[in-house]
Nanobody, 124 residues
Framework: QVQLVESGGGSVQTGGSLRLSCAVS????????MGWFRQAPGKEREFVAS?????????VYADFVKGRFTISRDNGKNTVYLQMNSLKPEDTAVYYC????????????????WGQGTQVTVSS
């Protein structure tokens, strides 16, 4: 059973930075494609960024985070990161880490494994 545990959320002011981490266990990490999603109150869960399995490492970003957020993975630590810079109030949401044995891109319903989420709050 794959387990994902997010951390690193918190409260920051506009323009600030946070780095989210997602620690993965239960499966060879390099075999997993990973994604970050977010969900604001009253809104659908939306795609933020994804990174393919280790031998590809291809990254994809939602348009609204391009140039501000960076997804990366550390196979030695079984962890995927989301570095978030230049944060805006509209980035406020619960951020979720997701994993799958196949690359699933931006479609949340296709990911098999999810973390519990971490809250990010950006104040103006």
């Amino acid at each position: 059973q794959v387990q994902l545990v997010e951390s690193g959320g918190g409260s920051v002011q506009t323009g600030g930075s946070l780095r989210l981490s997602c620690a993965v266990s239960g499966r060879t990490f390099s075999s997993l494609a990973m994604g970050w999603f977010r969900q604001a109150p009253g809104k659908e869960r939306e795609f933020v960024a994804s990174i393919n399995r280790n031998w590809s490492g291809r990254t994809v970003y939602a348009d609204f985070v391009k140039g501000r957020f960076t997804i990366s993975r550390d196979n030695g630590k079984n962890t995927v990161y989301l570095q978030m810079n230049s944060l805006k109030p509209e980035d406020t949401a619960v951020y979720y880490c997701a994993a799958d044995l196949n690359y699933r891109g931006a479609t949340p319903g296709l990911y098999d494994y999810w973390g519990q989420g971490t809250q990010v709050t950006v104040s103006s």
